[in-house]
């Protein structure tokens, strides 16, 4: 109940009140004291109910803001790249102290030489040895490094034994590169153990127009 009607109550209380009052001399009825109380009870049962009916305001949270996560970013694999492996030839730089070689000579081919792109180079090497054992056929000229020969072989076998003293002619064909440009290649003596010996044999061609 709102404030407009409870003094309107209370105001009619206290008229009642006077009224009676004036009336007591005259009509003897029940005492006004007795009276007013039972009407205050009855405001206040009229204020407790009212209480009781009127519904209290309900507070209402305020939302929550949520977070939103951003979804994961896809990390891209990165993929290694390996070298394809060169076929390589095993063999040792721990030479038997009895072989022994030197280069004598370019039978063929001298450094420098112009060659045709495309052609075909046949290159011939003196090598002799000079070491105290007997080369058998199982020794061979084996690549180290440069340009390849024709058949990309890795080496090549003596044609013949070599004794102590003795030279030796080996002989490895090559394709010049298409390109032009200086190109080098170079070769070793290895061993029936395959252990590296003696000198090291070079060439160095030019691919160019003779």
Request: hydrophobic residues 40%; proline residues 8%.
């Amino acid at each position: 109940m709102n404030s407009k009607i409870r003094r309107g109550l209370i105001a009619a209380l206290v008229l009642s009140t006077f009224v009676l009052s004036a009336c007591a001399a005259a009509t003897p009825t029940e005492d006004p004291a007795v009276k007013i109380t039972q009407i205050a009870a009855t405001i206040q049962a009229e204020f407790t109910q009212n209480a009781a009916l009127t519904p209290s305001a309900t507070p209402t949270s305020e939302p929550t803001a949520t977070a939103t996560m951003a979804p994961p970013t896809a990390t891209p694999e990165t993929s290694e790249v390996f070298p394809t492996p060169t076929a390589t030839i095993r063999v040792s730089d721990q030479g038997n102290v009895d072989d022994k070689a030197v280069y004598v000579s370019d039978v063929t081919i001298p450094d420098g030489t112009i060659v045709k792109p495309g052609s075909t180079v046949v290159k011939i090497w003196a090598i002799k040895n000079t070491g105290t054992t007997t080369w058998k056929t199982s020794y061979r000229l084996s690549y180290l490094e440069g340009l390849k020969d024709a058949k990309e072989m890795l080496y090549v076998h003596l044609p013949n034994e070599v004794k102590p003293g003795i030279s030796v002619q080996v002989t490895v064909t090559f394709t010049a590169p298409a390109e032009v440009g200086t190109y080098n290649s170079y070769w070793r003596l290895v061993n029936s153990d395959g252990q590296l010996f003696g000198e090291q044999m070079s060439m160095k061609i030019v691919v160019g127009n003779p």
